[in-house]
């Protein structure tokens, strides 16, 4: 499971979870990303304290491991990196599956050595009830070569984000519920997000 997780939120872990359970994952290994490619223009909080904050919301988890294979590697983070990296850990043997939500699906394309990636591992991608199922269908079927290796699943209640919880959080407004308690109180107490 990759992403940025400026912070880690309960749509992260959710959506792990349900992965995890619908396709009998062994594990789920959260990668925070050092730097996201796809958000140069943006400020992203330091990787780790990121990495701190996932690792804090994944640890209750027995099935949830942490990686830091991208906040420790210089340069921008790519994912066929990241999986080749799984692969020579893991061997030739294990399946992997890179999961994502699904506005990350609707950009694959642009991912660096796509072709490569996909041969490596096949994708899981969530979507919240009635949110653009159809829509999300069509694209994915239109990526042909590929449509076989891309899972969607539905995942309940997601219309929590980073976004909007970094709002909130610099705004001084409460952000209980939406992440691990353990997380809000590691946010309050280093002062990130203000
Ligand atoms: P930001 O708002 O900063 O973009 P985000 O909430 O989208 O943050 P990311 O770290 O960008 O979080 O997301 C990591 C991965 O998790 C992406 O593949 C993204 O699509 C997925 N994701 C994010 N939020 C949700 C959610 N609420 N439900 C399911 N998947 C999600
Ligand atoms: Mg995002």
Redesign the pocket.
Known sequence: M?????PV?F??LV?AEAAADLFDLSVVVFVPSGRPPHKRSQLVTDPWERYRLTELATCSNPRFRMSDVEVSRPGYSYAIDTVRSFRSDYGEQAEFFFI?????ILEIMTWRQIDQLMAECRFIA?YRPGYGRDHLREAVACMEAFSGRIHLIE?PA?A????DIRQRLAQGRSVKYLLPEPVVHRIIETGSYR
């Open positions: 990759g992403g940025t997780f400026d939120h749509g992260h959506t994502t939500g699904a506005d990350a969530a995942v997601l929590i984000s980073s976004t």
